[in-house]
Antibody, heavy 118, light 108 residues
């Protein structure tokens, strides 16, 4: 069955670089895209970016200057790196499978909580 | 960016009641690109309705969606206790993909 699992550090300091990994199973990264969605505590969902099956990447311009998404198809892993962290980057980070045809996020990981605090 | 204005922000309903959530887009969207998610407390979002009106796998028939252009709606025909959640609309039509601000459903 389709599964996604995020992993990464829970606590970060301001100005540090966040590195998260999304490990997928039950589908191929060369057949489906994977997106990252952030949810500040108690707030709504914000799309950050998606790496598509062909390897192209779309970023949300609001975070594009700080964000990098990549993948290792041999390991079925997608990576998120975001630099210059600030306390407002605190929240739960989800990876989700996405289809390019209509931008659906049809399967989601459990999410990883990231706190940015000194 | 396409802004999705979702209303109401919260609903308190009785079991068995019909509830409807509206999602209005700042620009016209093809119905193929408007989707709805359910996020139960403490859980990850789950796809409920895709492409305006298609139920995702395993979603009960009491959930439905409709709309076109800039106006979309999501309906639960008879609310059950297990439907307590926040519901979000989302557009996958143009970059950046955006979500509505959410509608929190509670049961009386």
């Amino acid at each position: 069955q389709v599964q996604l699992e995020e992993s990464g550090p829970g606590l970060m300091q301001p100005s540090e670089t966040l590195s998260l990994t999304c490990t997928v199973s039950g589908f191929s990264l060369t057949s489906n895209g994977v997106g990252w969605v952030r949810q500040p505590l108690g707030k709504g969902l914000v799309w950050m970016g998606t790496i598509w099956a062909g390897g192209s990447i779309n970023y949300n311009s609001a975070v594009q200057s700080r964000l990098s998404i990549s993948r290792d198809t041999s390991k079925s892993q997608v990576f998120l790196k975001m630099n210059s962290l600030q306390p407002e980057d605190t929240g739960t980070y989800y990876c989700a499978r996405s289809t390019r045809g209509n931008g659906i996020f049809d399967y989601w990981g459990q999410g990883v909580m990231v706190t940015v605090s000194s | 960016a396409i802004v999705l204005n979702q209303s109401p922000s919260s609903i308190i309903a009785s079991q068995g009641e019909k509830v409807t959530i509206t999602c209005r887009a700042s620009s016209s969207i093809s119905s193929n690109y408007l989707h709805w998610y359910q996020q139960k407390p403490g859980a990850f979002p789950k796809l409920v309705i895709y492409s305006t009106s298609y139920r995702a796998s395993g979603v009960p028939s009491r959930f439905s969606g409709s709309g076109s252009g800039t106006s979309y709606s999501f309906t639960i025909s008879r609310v059950e206790a297990e439907d307590v959640a926040t519901y979000y609309c989302q557009q996958g039509s143009s970059n950046p993909f955006t979500f509505g601000s959410g509608t929190k459903l509670e049961i009386k």
